[in-house]
């Protein structure tokens, strides 16, 4: 077996080293954070999602979005700036945000939620992990009557793949969450759908993979790629060449620049976010929930909850945009009356990129005219919930196996 160097040690990249240690590679897993960093993977809204089977790019969402854009509050963002890989997105964006493609990439986005799901299962029941898989669904809140209709069409649209969707009125909402002071016109409830508290999951799934014998090196920025003939033989960084055999790129908002060392184009841009963790708050939602018009996660996450949203496209900027935070959590309390939200100046805040392609769906598989590199990343907000089914993808395709999900809609180089 060729010895596989995985870049990223977020979700993609670790179960990816889990499959490919599972089917008995050696693997090292590169990452340029330390040790002790917890990044994208981490912070997130933690919500396994088959329900989320419309891709970013679909009709309407670049005249929402420019309407948005003039709100420094509003839960979407793109930094304007002279750069041509924004500029390339922004087209390849508006040319995927058609009806065609929203139907050709729903039942393909249903059947890799279904199978990660799956996968987390049987992590969930696997000695040593102990995460807060809870599937206790969905719930997606509307305080409007034009939100309702919206959820509406996407509720019908969940039933056209074989997905359970339920129209909830205020009442229905009330007796799935009978705690909660609800200020709501109603909701659609997904009962398919799955959680987990991904802090505790990476740690476990990291535990488990250096006891299997997985290397760990930290705090190494690969700054490229050197290529010869139709591999990459080497990883250039600050400390010297990294030879490797099999290389897979799973460096989330990182990965774009990497492999252009290569001539390999990825269309990618990241979608910071936001969130915040509640330390056991005396009331709140027994389900996750999305607010549907703040478009903010509400998840229970053990005794904790998690409130997280934004999707701010800004050149991988560090700055802490404290307008969006406080539209978060002030969005919390106009849809449960009674949770309460503490935050101030000193509030501890996680950000984190979240990489997305321009059509909404994750780059999966080998870049053409390449024999030893695999991609995986460009899952948006869904890399938590698909980052068990693209490593499994990736093992199949590494070991020459023909994969058992096909991938031509998540084609690098598309």
Sequence with gaps: MPHTHILGAGVIGLSTAYYLTEAGHRVTVVDRGPATHEGT????AGMIVPSHIVPMAAPGVIRRGLRWMLDPSSPFYIRPRLDWDLIQWLWAFQRSATAQHVDQSMPVLFALHEKSK??????????????GFGEVGLLMLYKSAHQAK???????????????????DLAGVQRLEPELDLDVLGGVYFPGDAHLYPNVFLRQLKQHL?????????DLNVTGLIAEDDRV????????????????VAAGSWSSALLKTIGVRLLLQDGKGYSITLAGPPVGPRIPTILTESKVAVTPMGQDLRIGGTLEISGLSPKLNRRRVRAIVDSVPRYFRNV???YNEQTPVWTGYRPCS??????????????????GTGHGMMGLSLGPVTGHLLTELIGGRVP???????RVGR
């Design 41 to 44: 993977s981490h912070g997130n």
């Design 118 to 131: 799956a996968l987390y299962q049987a992590f969930a029941k696997t000695p040593g992990f102990d995460f």
């Design 150 to 168: 919206e959820e509406a069409v996407l509720a019908k649209q969940a039933a056209a793949v074989g997905m359970r969707a339920e129209l909830l």
């Design 210 to 218: 250096e006891g299997q014998g997985v290397a760990f090196v930290h």
């Design 233 to 248: 033989r080497a990883m250039t960084t600050p400390q010297g060449d990294l030879a490797v055999d099999e290389l897979v």
């Design 340 to 342: 309460e939200v503490p």
């Design 358 to 375: 321009p059509d909404g769906l994750p780059y999966i598989g080998r870049p053409d005219g390449w024999r030893n590199v695999s991609v």
């Design 404 to 410: 058992s999900l096909g991938l031509e809609a998540f």
